[in-house]
């Protein structure tokens, strides 16, 4: 009978299991509801989709994100591992697809959203099903203490009720000791088994940069290190400007974001993993699924809205064990930043209410109508037709997705797919012209499996390999489509919202204070742990950070900047300092016979900007320099 390693060295080629990795399948094939508590890398996947492999039915995991979803389903195949998913934005065909699948019996893992879970058709079908495990992956999101928590998740106690006897097993990457306990308690554990291991990274050294012009503190974090890097910001324009700066002082990068179509999300994730790009600026959209494990140095720019979401994001450095950094770049203007996010992550009622009944409008939904109806829906073009500004509008319509009226989901891209949807022996009397042929014979030549499933495709790829143009490749998709000779899935490139009821007045809408108050109180915790981590200079970074997640016998790390500069508090290491600084600034001047100017200094010499100018001052105070139009000079 084969075991847990003779699985993982089967599909994976893996020959030991990470800490922590074996214990929590041990405890989930014994039958236990089990909760593990692995940090970002530590290879949480594995430890369900091991046991799935051995247990006689199917695992079903729950899993927030549809790009995460697809990217799973797709590694699990490639290793030659049956799985699907399940989630409102698949098509009917895929959706009936899977389904015949699973009833088959031909699958193993099936991934589903949690929204699922919410309809009584859907339910009866999983009594229909030999399921062995669920998984609950991002279990935080159950958690109204989580900071990523997602009403649609409360829905998974129905399987508790429908499968009484079936183990659970509960992952999450960050999590306090009160977001553990709600976790249990959401999901109707029986005494379960937890397993974590401590959040600590021992070769990431955490690093805040208090600076007042960021661009130039982060040239001089990226010019003075070495290896593949992330540099997060907030929002999508940014991550292209800042790309830019970076490659104008030589530097190779590119940007990424959610609103790029998924061929340039692609190309872009390939490239930056084979190391033809060294930085890669992004919004948070980059970096799950992405396991890449000699990220060097994660940089944020922009300050965290959590420290669970910083955790996870820096936690990308790193993973194969070796020395990396994780900078957070702050300015005094961070403060008052932070406050703002918070008014608008929670905008008044009334306009939350309002964004409810101009989204209708805007979607053309009568009230009384919509009911599990599927809309696309831009939001930029939404707010510029009712003049709404995007970032609270995007908050009202998170806090109505909390409650239950609609389901927003901004995920878009995904790969396109398809499927052939004919027989073998139909092709030779198929009427095609040149283009269209040319394209499905490289359809048939490049992908396997079409034929049973759909498959993931790349239309670049096609028309490198038809050599045709892209447009002329969609048309023949389209045709071919028509023809019903495939099922083709475009990717999707807008957003969309989900009815789950029927439209309401406005009025009659009901936003729960857990979902509203009660989470604002708990966004004001999570900010105000930003605050400390990211402006008070009495204690270790690290250890503040490990007891915001329950490590109580934290201990400082020796590697932050906290710790270092306790290391450098002694006179020897200042005076040294001081010589370093002077020699430097004697330099300057003396490669710049006519001046110094402020701009200057700042630009060369970021980390010491501050003990430089003191410098200065103290020369032009003694009439050693003279200070003029912002200028020192002799």
Not at 209 to 231: A, F, Q, W, Y
Not at 268 to 279: A, C, I, L, N, S
Not at 588 to 615: E, K, T, W
Request: with cysteine; net charge neutral; aromatic share 8%.
């Amino acid at each position: 009978m084969a075991t847990p390693l003779d699985i993982l060295r089967q599909y994976w080629h893996y020959d030991e299991f990470r800490p922590t990795q074996a214990e929590i399948i041990d405890s989930v094939l014994s039958g236990r509801d089990t909760i593990g508590l692995l940090p970002t890398g530590g290879g949480k996947s594995i430890t369900f989709q091991v046991p799935a492999m051995l247990l006689p039915g199917i695992t079903i995991a729950i899993s927030p994100l549809i790009s995460l979803m697809k990217d799973q389903v797709d590694n699990l195949r490639e290793h030659g591992i049956p799985a699907t998913c399940l989630h409102s934005g698949m098509q009917r065909p895929e959706q009936r697809l899977a389904l015949d699948r699973i009833r088959l019996g031909k699958v193993k893992i099936v991934y589903i959203a949690p929204e699922k879970l919410a309809r009584e058709g859907f339910v009866a079908e999983l009594r229909t099903w030999d399921i062995a495990l669920i998984v609950v992956d991002e279990a935080h999101c159950i958690s109204q203490w989580g900071y990523d928590f997602r009403p649609s998740y409360l829905q998974i106690n129905t399987l508790r009720k429908v499968f009484p006897e079936l183990p659970i097993l509960a992952l999450t990457a960050s999590a306090t000791p009160e977001v553990v306990a709600d976790i249990a308690d959401k999901l109707a554990m029986r005494s379960p088994q937890i397993f974590s291991r401590s959040f600590a990274r021992d070769n990431i050294s955490y690093i805040v940069r208090p600076c007042e012009v960021k661009n130039d503190m982060l040239l001089h974090v990226v010019s003075r290190t070495s290896g593949s890097t992330i540099v997060y910001v907030r929002s999508r324009r940014r991550t292209a400007e800042i790309a830019e700066l970076l490659r104008s002082e030589g530097i190779s990068a590119d940007f990424y974001h959610a609103g790029l179509i998924a061929q340039e999300k692609t190309i872009k994730q390939d490239r930056w993993k084979d190391g033809e790009v060294r930085v890669m600026v992004a919004t948070n959209a980059f970096g799950m699924g992405i396991d890449k494990p000699d990220v060097r140095l994660v940089v944020h720019l922009d300050i965290p809205p959590s420290l669970e979401e910083y955790y996870q994001e820096a936690g990308r450095a790193g993973r194969d064990g070796l020395e990396s950094f994780a900078v957070l770049l702050v300015a005094e203007s961070d403060k008052a930043l932070l406050t703002r996010r918070l008014h608008e992550a929670f905008p008044p009622r009334e306009f939350i209410r309002m964004v409810y009944d101009r989204l209708a409008v805007y979607l053309n939904i009568s009230v009384g109508s919509g009911y599990n109806q599927v809309y696309e829906c831009n939001l930029e073009r939404f707010c510029r037709t009712f003049d709404l500004q995007p970032k609270p509008t995007k908050s009202a319509l998170g806090i109505l997705t909390r409650s239950g009226v609609i389901e927003y989901s901004d995920e878009i891209g995904g790969r396109a797919r398809l499927m052939v949807t004919i027989p073998k022996s139909d092709f030779y009397s198929l009427k095609l012209d040149d283009n269209t042929d040319r394209v499905l014979q490289a359809i048939l030549r490049t992908y396997s499996g079409i034929f049973a499933d759909y498959v993931p495709i790349n239309e670049n790829e096609l028309s490198f390999r038809t050599s045709l143009p892209v447009q002329t490749v969609l048309e023949a998709l389209i045709t071919l489509s028509r023809m019903h000779v495939i099922s083709y899935v475009p990717p999707r490139t807008n957003p969309f919202v989900y009815y789950p009821v029927r439209r309401e007045e406005k009025d009659k809408i009901q936003i729960p204070r857990a979902v509203y108050e009660d989470m604002l109180e708990k966004a004001k915790h999570r900010l105000d742990a930003v605050r400390r981590f990211a402006f008070s200079n009495d204690e270790c970074r690290v250890q503040r950070m490990l007891q915001y997640f329950g490590q109580t016998d934290a201990t400082p790390c020796g590697k932050c900047d906290f710790c270092r500069a306790q290391r450098a508090a002694t006179p020897q290491v200042q005076a040294a300092h001081q010589l370093s600084v002077a020699q430097h600034v004697d330099q300057l001047l003396q490669d710049n016979p006519d001046g110094l100017s402020i701009d200057l200094i700042r630009r060369q010499m970021p980390a010491n900007y501050a003990d430089a100018i003191a410098l200065l001052r103290q020369r032009v105070d003694d009439g050693k320099l003279s200070f003029c139009n912002n200028v020192f000079s002799r």
